[in-house]
Structures are given as structure tokens and as C-alpha cells.
């Protein structure tokens, strides 16, 4: 699968740790509602990885602003082996709905500014001669990246943007996956017209397959989330096609609401805690759309929490394969690519349709109960209906 960040080679140490929006949870004795509910900040994490990872401390310095608008250019590129014998157009088509995707699962606080240079760019070398086929390192991918920039420099300004996207030819089948390239500020790295490039995705031969949905994958490594399909087989074993970061080909067109909060698109106040003993009913409106409360997390330790939030299927993407409330544990010290997040399903033995795998339909549904008996976490459903969908939390 393509979206392996190759700069995890090279992790940096601890994340900038903020301390004071990342309390350690709270421990109640009642087991009544409260009355006055815990802060969401109660219930965000600490990332323990020093990389990309679930924690709400990401590194402002290594990852880009996830709030806002992205300048992007996108480079067309063939090589002397593999040169290009149709125009550009096909190729931007192809990615040009990842701005409309970003803006509407972002609720419109985040979006792509997307720019082109709209002619193919003769790379310098030979596609074969980057090592993607070999196992790519770093180092041979900053390389490639800087081959470009430097081959883009007399068509364009390089300065004014925040990002760049590398979209070889179809001629070069050497180039078969799209990596995100994350600068590593110990070292001189790549400039270009008087500025440092700090994030590009470099785009391969299955963007053609996974669609635009790609490009939402990639980009939103540069803003510091973790893979959550696994790097060892069965690749979709803990997340599923529940959010691009997992399946980018899977059936649920969002972002997992935990996600959203960590990029900041979410807002504290759409946020329900349960940061220790006790019991809280919360009213979840879908994260497919805009407005209500958009997570119920219940914390479990320090870098753990159960999350719930309300799945309803909506937009131009297919539909689920099943709706309802999504309920799935975060650990902030697991590694991208190890099961960060991992769906609770409520459906181990049903059968999927045509189209679904077994944890696409993991959602549960009202008089369905999640329990963790070790940590004493429960998430009862309620009720359900079009506007969303009703849970208690208790831990005892």
C-alpha cells in the first residue's frame, strides 16, 4: 500500500509536549451524571512516539498547520527512461476533488489551494534509479524530491507555496507508490528560490488506483496523523475503511472524529469527557457533518481512551456499509502502522455484503453494549436516528 511515510526512518525525538491542555484524567468517586461535565482536555492524550501518532502534542515545528488554507503546486514529471506521451491534463483532473474533499471533511477549516504547472518536467535521472523498487530510504527520496524542485525551478516560483505534489507519468512503472516526504530540520535539506521545502507527497502509479482520496491520505501525514492500516498482514485489521488514514479505498467518507479534534477541526466544545469514574449521556451528531457534539471519549489511562461517535454516511463517496455508533480505542504510544486506533466491532460474525469487509460493519446499533472489563469502561447505545445517535459512558 502506498502511504508509508518515508521520513519515520528518521524519527525525531519526543514531540513538544503541551502540558497544560493534556492533564492527566481526573478520578470521581459517584457514579452519578455529573454536574458540571469534565473539560475535553481531560480527555486528550499525550503522544508518546516522538513521531506521527494519536497524541494531541504534535510537533508545530516538524508537521505543517492543519487550519487554514495550503498553497500546493503540483509538478508533472517524466524521466529520460520513462517519458510522458499525453498531456497533464488527465493527471490533474484526477487528483483536483482532494480540495473539495479536505474542505467539506475538515468543515471547511482547513483546504488546498491547489496550483499546476501545467507541462511534464524532465526529471534529471532515470525513473529505475530512485529506489523505489529497492526499498526507499530517506535519503533517496529527498533526492528525488530535490531532482524535481530543482528541474521545476525555471517554471516556476517555488516560494509562495506551502507544499508540493510530485506526479510522475504513467510511463514510469518504477515509481509504483506515493510517499510523504517530511523534512528533517538537522540537515540542509532541499531549498528552493531562497525558502525550505518541508512537506511534499510524491505521487506513484497507484493514484490511479486509490483515486483522489490519496492526496487526502498523504497530506494529512504533513499535518502529523498516523497510518492505521497495518504494516503487517491482514493490512486492514484495526481500522478498516473507517477513515482515509486506514482503507483510502474504503466505504466511510470521513476522517474518524478523533482525527478531526487532534487537527483542530473539531472543537473542544464538540467534545464530551469522561476522563475517569462516573457516568455521562451524550447526544452524538454525525461527523459527516458540521455542528453538535462530534466525539464521547472515555479515558482509561494515560495515553488510552475509548471513543464513540455517530456514523451516518453522506456526500459523493459510496455509502457505508453499515451506520450507526462507531466505538474504537486510541493509544497515543502505539507507532503508525501498529494499531493506533482499533475498532471495537459489534458485528464479529455477521457477513459482509458485496463490497464490505467484516469490520466495515463493526457499528453497533441502540441496546448494543461495549465493555472493557479491565479497565472498567462500558458505552451503552441508546437510541438512534437520522440527526444521530444517544450513548452513555460510565467506568466504574
Known sequence: MSALTTTRLRPLAAAIALASCLAAPTTATAAAEP???APAADCALVGKTGWTDEGHNTDATQFQPSRGVRRVLTLFVDFPDAQATDSTDAYATQLAPAADWMSRASYGRSRLAISSVRRWIRMPADSTSYGFARGLTFETHEKYVRDAITAADPYADLSGYDMV?????????AIPFSPTYLYDPNTPGVTADGARLKWAVTFGQDMWRWGYKVAAHETAHTFGLPDLYSFTAPTHQYAGGWDVMGNI????????GWHSWKLGWTRDNQVACLPGQGRRT?????VERPGGTKIAVLRTGETTAYVAESRRAKGNDRAACSTGVLIYKVDSAAQTGEGPVRIMNANPTATPPAGCTQLDLAAYAPGQTF???DTGARIDVLTDGRAGDVVRLSKT
Not at 249 to 255: K, R, S, T, V
Not at 282 to 286: F, H, I, K
Request: proline letters at 21%.
Open 282 to 286: 451524550v447526544r452524538l451528531t454525525p
Open 249 to 256: 479505498a474504503g466505504p466511510a467518507p470521513q476522517y474518524l
Open 35 to 37: 454536574n458540571s461535565p
Open 165 to 173: 505534489y510530485v506526479v510522475p507519468t504513467k510511463a514510469a512503472a
Open 371 to 373: 465493555t472493557d472489563p
